[in-house]
């Protein structure tokens, strides 16, 4: 089975959850509270927020160096790869 990755290559800002949209923090990251709502760890992904404190597991020898990745479905998964300062991911599309 041949694994396909897609990415444009474009960092997307980590935001804390006191800088999302309204109504996304409660309605999908209600179990971040206290400190944790003022560290930058959520990205937007295709019409998606995701955390990277979450659901994320850390990864091999990955194209695009992926650093670690969160399964989609049985064919498909979202990749991670930290831009040198933390303060940004690029998002790799894999799927095979």
């Given at each position: 089975?041949?694994?396909?990755?897609?990415?444009n290559?474009?960092?997307?800002?980590?935001r804390?959850?006191?800088?999302?949209?309204?109504?996304?923090?409660?309605?999908?990251?209600?179990?971040?509270?206290?400190e944790?709502?003022?560290?930058?760890?959520?990205?937007?992904?295709r019409g998606?927020?995701?955390?990277?404190?979450?659901?994320?597991?850390p990864?091999?020898?990955?194209?695009?160096?992926?650093?670690?990745?969160?399964?989609?479905?049985?064919?498909?998964?979202?990749g991670?790869?930290?831009?040198?300062?933390?303060?940004?991911?690029?998002?790799?599309y894999?799927?095979?």
């Open positions: 089975m041949t694994m396909h990755t897609k990415t290559g474009k960092e997307r800002e980590l804390a959850a006191w800088q999302l949209p309204a109504g996304i923090h409660n309605k999908e990251f209600d179990y971040v509270s206290g944790d709502s003022y560290s930058p760890r959520f990205f937007q992904y998606s927020w995701y955390d990277v404190c979450d659901g994320f597991m990864t091999g020898n990955m194209p695009h160096g992926v650093a670690a990745w969160q399964g989609e479905s049985y064919f498909s998964a979202v991670i790869r930290y831009t040198s300062d933390y303060e940004a991911v690029v998002v790799t894999c799927h095979w």
